[in-house]
């Protein structure tokens, strides 16, 4: 379809758009059917699209909008939480088992995850570009692989998320936990596990606003530490995994200002329901988002 198709098609199927000059601008800078996932809430028929009376075109804009400046906010977030994890790993691993752990097998839990998991490291590794790892590549032969302090700032979050899994040691991965506030390794390995996820869906600019996420969280039964004090209803949204990523900056810093500017978002754009995105009506009160 052309543009103007396009723009037809929907107004045939209900949507009200505004300012037929403007979509159309839209349109050609953002593909059809990657709006189409912000105006899909507004159907009431998934087999013809037909639109719900009222919906409006500036509606579709509006969530597109805050799902993208959402994805900046958030992986300016994990970019904070990412490297403070690689740093812990590699100080409570490496004092355990030496800074060649990860190329050792008797480190691991599962061999065929090892040897997967080896294999994607030197890949990673290989086409890395850091003057670190060009610099130590000719200075040494043996082993093929730098120590734990240079590779895994190399790695990418689901390779170190892989990693951290397999690892047998599960004392070391308790420590690195603590530094985060959190009970015992398990919760932190899920935690890594949703954090890839939602890392993957917005490095390829997918919509995280109202997705439901292959695998939620294990959120914390109790804490020492401010937290929810009601479990979420849909623990596959989004709001699930912001709870982990406040809980998360607040034990990295705790002079971080995430919660302010996630509100100043949602004060920016006051048409977004949260609800949308797996949150409660009372989510504002709880300890963790005040």
Request: charge should be positive; glycine fraction near 2%.
């Amino acid at each position: 379809m052309t543009l103007a198709e396009q723009i037809r098609t929907l107004q045939t199927r209900g949507l009200t758009i505004e300012n037929e000059a403007d979509a159309t601008l839209l349109l050609e800078r953002i593909s059809y059917f990657r709006l189409a996932d912000y105006w899909r809430p507004l159907e009431t028929n998934k087999m013809t699209h037909q639109f719900a009376d009222g919906s409006c075109f500036s509606e579709v804009v509006t969530c597109y909008n805050f799902d993208k400046e959402l994805k900046v906010l958030l992986f300016s977030a994990i970019q904070t939480i990412e490297v403070a994890v690689r740093a812990k790993v590699i100080k409570h691993f490496s004092q355990t088992s030496g800074p060649f752990w990860f190329m050792d097998a008797a480190n691991a839990i599962n061999t065929s995850h090892f040897q997967s998991n080896l294999a994607r490291v030197r890949t990673e590794v290989a086409r890395s570009k850091e003057p670190y790892i060009k610099e130590h590549f000719l200075k040494y032969d043996e082993p093929d692989l730098p120590p734990v302090w240079k590779t895994l700032e190399v790695v990418s979050l689901g390779t170190l998320s892989k990693l951290f899994s397999n690892f047998s040691d599960n004392n070391a991965k308790n420590l690195v936990a603590a530094d985060f506030r959190l009970p015992q390794f398990l919760v932190l390995d899920s935690w890594l596990e949703s954090l890839t996820a939602l890392r993957n869906y917005i490095a390829h600019h997918a919509r995280i606003w109202n997705r439901r996420f292959p695998q939620k969280p294990e959120l914390l039964r109790r804490s020492h530490y401010p937290w929810i004090a009601t479990r979420p209803r849909q623990p596959f949204k989004l709001y699930s995994i912001l709870c982990c990523i406040v809980y998360w900056l607040n034990a990295i810093d705790d002079k971080n200002a995430f919660v302010s500017d996630f509100k100043a978002l949602l004060k920016k754009y006051p048409n977004v329901n949260p609800v949308m995105m797996g949150f409660p009506a009372s989510w504002s009160q709880e300890p963790l988002w005040k």
